[in-house]
């Protein structure tokens, strides 16, 4: 199993930005399609953005699309979010995961989620 750790979490005024990081151990990581998750309290967990292991896919959430950018280091074995223009509704717990099928990240369950980080937006 790839063990997953998320941080770059805090918080930020509205209109601000933030960049978070999703470290992987584990030997897989590069044939891995891989996405970020929120939840925020009361509400389910919903995909963020996703991105197949070449970086070749690519898939965002309505909510933000132009203000979000997922991207990848396979060297590093890292994920990031790029999160600008920030907003109070994007106030959430954040998680990474991933899977062999692209398609499985974007619509499938997937399971052995890590801590997340948390991201609070203040007006």
């Known amino acids: 199993q790839v063990q997953l750790v998320e941080s770059g979490g805090g918080l930020v005024q509205a209109g601000g930005s933030l960049r978070l990081s999703c470290v992987a151990s584990?030997?897989?990581?590069?044939?891995?399609?891989m996405g970020w998750f929120r939840q925020a309290p009361g509400k389910e967990r919903e995909l963020v953005a996703a991105?197949?292991?070449?970086?070749?896919?690519?898939r965002y959430a309505d909510s933000v699309k132009g203000r979000f950018t997922i991207s990848r280091d396979n060297s590093k074995n890292t994920l990031y979010l790029q999160m600008s223009s920030l907003k109070s509704e994007d106030t959430a717990v954040y998680y990474c995961?991933?899977?062999?099928?692209?398609?499985?990240?974007?619509?499938?369950?997937?399971?052995?989620w890590g801590q997340g980080t948390q991201v609070t937006v203040s007006s």
């Open positions: 584990g030997n897989t990581f590069r044939s891995y399609a």
């Open positions: 991105i197949s292991w070449g970086s070749g896919s690519l």
């Open positions: 995961n991933g899977d062999p099928s692209y398609t499985t990240v974007v619509i499938g369950t997937l399971t052995n």
